[in-house]
């Protein structure tokens, strides 16, 4: 039920935060047109790394979401 997702979310979240915010090395310019796909819609390989640099994982995560969802409706 949604309570017990939210209860497990609110105990995860310290967590996902300190993983959020380590500096890692990352792509940063995570669009679709930078992964190529296969006929089965699975990840074959993710290009165009010229951008990538080290910070934290949050980054990828935002501008993917955005990215992936931009446009859409419903």
């Known amino acids: 039920d949604l309570r017990s997702l939210a209860q497990r979310i ?15 090395t ?4 995570l669009f679709p047109d930078n992964i190529l796909w296969d006929e089965r819609d699975e990840i074959q390989a993710i290009l165009d790394w010229e951008s990538a640099c080290q910070g934290p994982a949050s980054y ?10 931009f446009g859409e409706t419903g």
């Open 60 to 69: 990828d995560v935002a501008v993917t979401l955005l990215a992936f969802t």
């Open 10 to 24: 609110a105990t995860l979240s310290p967590e996902v935060d300190r993983a959020f915010d380590a500096e890692t």
């Open 26 to 29: 990352i792509h940063a310019d």
